[in-house]
């Protein structure tokens, strides 16, 4: 782009001067405004990859933050499945305990009170639930055999 030539003007009130001497102060302002405008760039450009490395740094952590948020939402899922399971177990295990008590008042009711007499003892496998086992877990016939007792 081309500069349309400008009568030099010194800013002071003399109305004459040397021309050599307005030359150099105009070549020294335009050295002095280059070397600004560089260093603006300059700034500009490191501001520009300081932020760069700031949303490179975000967004990996971001990517960090939502794989663990998911991992905690997958584990939750598994808790509650596993709670969900363990209240229908205590649901069931308060039902019979009711039943059982109740059997136990018909008896004392029937038996006259004095009396007492022998309840026999039946086996549940709910009162040890260490003993039950679980549908997945392999059997040890299922071991001694290999794959013969899945589909027998």
């Given at each position: 782009m081309?500069?349309i030539?400008r009568?030099a ?6 109305g004459g ?5 307005m ?7 335009m ?11 300059m700034?500009?450009q490191?501001?520009?990859e300081?932020l ?12 960090r ?13 598994e ?11 205590t ?16 008896a004392?009711?029937?038996g006259?009170?004095?009396?007492s ?9 709910l009162f040890m ?15 001694l055999?290999?794959?013969?007792g899945?589909?027998?």
């Amino acid at each position: 782009m081309a500069s349309i030539p400008r009568p030099a003007s010194s800013g002071s009130s003399e109305g004459g001067g040397d021309p050599a001497a307005m030359d150099e102060r105009k070549r020294k302002r335009m050295e002095s405004n280059r070397e600004s405008a560089r260093r603006s760039r300059m700034k500009k450009q490191k501001l520009l990859e300081d932020l760069s490395d700031v949303a490179s740094r975000l967004q990996g952590e971001n990517v960090r933050l939502a794989q663990s948020i998911k991992a905690k939402e997958e584990a939750y899922v598994e808790i509650e499945a596993a709670n969900d399971i363990l209240r229908a177990q205590t649901m069931e295990l308060a039902d019979r305990l009711r039943f059982l008590n109740s059997i136990l008042e018909i008896a004392d009711e029937v038996g006259g009170g004095g009396e007492s007499f022998e309840i026999p003892q039946i086996p549940d496998p709910l009162f040890m639930p260490w003993q039950i086992p679980h549908p997945m877990m392999a059997s040890p016939d299922m071991l001694l055999h290999g794959n013969q007792g899945l589909f027998a």
